[in-house]
Every structure is written in C-alpha cells, then in structure tokens.
Nanobody
Framework: VQLQASGGGLVQAGGSLRLSCAAS????????MGWFRQAPGKEREFVAA????????YYADSVKGRFTISRDNAKNTVYLQMNSLKPEDTAVYYC???????????????WGKGTQVTVSS
C-alpha cells in the first residue's frame, strides 16, 4: 500500500488543522492505520491509531482530547483532526499502515512521506 499525507501547514496556537492520508489499493479496510510525528532533534513518536473498521481508536496522552483520528474506508483515507494546537505539536506528521490488527506497540509496516505542521506561539 502507498500512502500520501497532506494538510499540514502553519497555524497559530489554539488553532486547528486536519491532516489527510490517502492510500492506494483496494484493500484499505484490511489495514489498521496510524499517525506518528517527529519533531526536530527528537525520535518519531506515536500520535494516534485506529483499527481496520475504525471502531477502535487509540491516542498518545499528549494529544488525547485534542486530536481525533477517523477513517473513510470508501475513500481509502484516514484523517487526523487536530484542535487546540500547541507549539509543542510542531513536527513532521506521518501516516502509516499495518496489514491486519494493530500491534500493542503500534508497529507499522508501511509509511508515507510526512507533512509539516508548524504551530506558532
């Protein structure tokens, strides 16, 4: 599966952005999906994930209550709605996919190119 993320940009603190990740192929519903981010000088970290059906959603504590992951299997797309953005959310955001169920460590098999999110104070 090939993944293409979009929707990043520059936003003021307190603002919102919605990231999208379009997947190729006809078996999108067979993949668990996730969002990760990497800030300058830091390791990549888990942000959010959802199960193949979208019924199970999981979040990092740092974004819980502010970010929402969702998916539209008919459109082969997963979204990340980001509200109440903070400067510390600044990072390159990556979408990723895993065939089958989510792993407990959110390990993924496929990665897209990232999209930059910058939150100004």
């Amino acid at each position: 599966v090939q993944l293409q993320a979009s929707g990043g940009g520059l936003v003021q603190a307190g603002g919102s952005l919605r990231l999208s990740c379009a997947a190729s192929g006809r078996t999108f519903s067979s993949y668990a999906m996730g969002w990760f981010r990497q800030a300058p000088g830091k390791e990549r970290e888990f942000v959010a994930a959802n199960s193949r059906s979208g019924g199970g959603t999981y979040y990092a504590d740092s974004v819980k209550g502010r970010f929402t992951i969702s998916r539209d299997n008919a459109k082969n797309t997963v979204y990340l709605q980001m509200n109440s953005l903070k400067p510390e959310d600044t990072a390159v955001y990556y979408c990723a996919a895993r065939y089958g169920n989510l792993r407990k460590d959110y390990g993924m098999d496929y990665w897209g190119k990232g999209t930059q999110v910058t939150v100004s104070s």
